[in-house]
């Protein structure tokens, strides 16, 4: 495919570059580094909130709504996104999304409650909405079906570093110059991150023909050419053509994403105590949190390319089966074993499922994407998948407070592999080869 190369870029921003002989538009990196900072406040709230909820006034029943309302408000604002990407234009919102997130990350640090976090938390529902829109907007903009899935791979493993970096780095400095200056500390590094993004995307916009009417117009033919059934029925003939996907997304979200995500400082805290000792040593359960949720979005960033690459020269089909029975063993694992290696290799495995299950689906959507509109249909996708990342954290925490944590999460993950089993089943529906099924 061609690719627009720009010249005198500033030197924060890595020009188009190439691997396995294929050129990664600059805008893709562009808009992938700009979601991995907007991440860092997010994911330190899953290291943190397990292990000081009481210490932040926040009981943990509320835990579980926390990290699940900002999903919730997904489901309504995605829409809003997609229209506004359809009608109203891009690079705009997505810039204004990333100033808002920075300041819901510093409310996290100068705000402590639960009305506090809860409001920050509806906002930053809304400001990814628009975020993740553009990252998968700029995907199906610039790929080819040839290289699709790899760009698509790439583009979560560059994202995916922010959660990587904020899990990593959260519990650590949390543990060594508290809560409110880790928080602080990644609203500023986010902020200047939106600044950057704002002088790229401002200096070297999209082109005219690719961005709001005009870009309805050039899709005429291509939306003129649907049956008169699409046209009607819009979401519905979406969701009634395409429900496996719809459906596998979910289960993948909910059980391999979510549930193990949300729930595995619970699960040390629950099994281990305050820490874990290693060669005398003891090391505190947010540490460990930060540094699980750490590996698993290090699997995601260096095999989310790897199945993107095996989906466009095998097929969807292989990879998706692959990842689901990895997600199966992984929660198995977690029902069975009580050692800590046990658990930090299934937390590992638990992610290298979702981005395989995770690649294969986004890369089938977005097949789907290219031939319509890009906002209405990337939306319906998201709200689905965003369906499964709230229920996971709020069931979870509500069955741990009525139950007790050790029933309450063996339940919650047995609950997970029947789910992950079902999706299997339903991946017969699934063609072979670079084409969802239809």
Known sequence: MTTRILSHSPPFIPRPFKIIHMTIPRQVIVVAIATAVSLLGDSTLYVVLPTHADQLGIK??????????????????????????????????????????????????????????????????????????????????????????????????????????????????????????????????????????????????????????????????????????????????????????????????????????????????????EGVRFIGITVKAASLTGILLALRWCMSFFFSPIFGHITDRVGRKFVLRLGLIIGVVALSILVTQNHFLWISAAAVLAATARAAVSVSLDTSIADIASAGQRGKTISVYTTVTDLGSAIGPLVSYLVSERIGAQLGLERIYLVGIALLISALLTSIGFKSGNQPAR
Request: proline share 1%.
């Open 60 to 273: 943990l029943v509320f835990v579980g709504i926390i990290l699940s309302v900002n999903r919730f408000v997904r489901l309504i604002t995605n829409s809003v996104a997609g229209y506004v990407h359809d009608y109203l234009g891009r690079w705009w919102h997505f810039v204004a999304a990333l100033f808002v997130g920075a300041c819901t990350t510093a409310i996290y640090g100068l705000f402590w409650g639960f009305w506090a976090f809860l409001i920050a938390r509806m906002v930053w529902g809304t400001c990814w909405s628009f975020i993740r829109l553009e990252g998968y907007a700029s995907v199906v903009q610039y790929a080819s079906e040839q290289n699709r899935g790899m760009l698509m791979g790439i583009y979560k493993s560059i994202s995916g570093v922010g959660f990587f970096a904020g899990s990593l780095f959260s519990g650590i400095l949390t543990d060594s110059i508290g809560f409110r200056n880790c928080l602080l500390v990644f609203a500023t590094v986010t902020f200047w991150g939106a600044v950057v993004t704002f002088l790229e995307l401002s200096r070297n916009r999209p082109p005219k023909e690719e961005t709001g009417i005009k870009r309805e117009g050039s899709r005429k033919s291509a939306v003129d050419s649907l049956s008169s059934n699409r046209q009607v029925s819009g979401y519905a003939f979406l969701i009634w053509q395409h429900w496996r996907i719809y459906y596998t997304s979910f289960v993948n979200i909910l059980a391999n994403g979510s549930i193990t995500s949300s729930t595995l400082g619970l699960l040390i805290k629950t099994r281990f105590g």
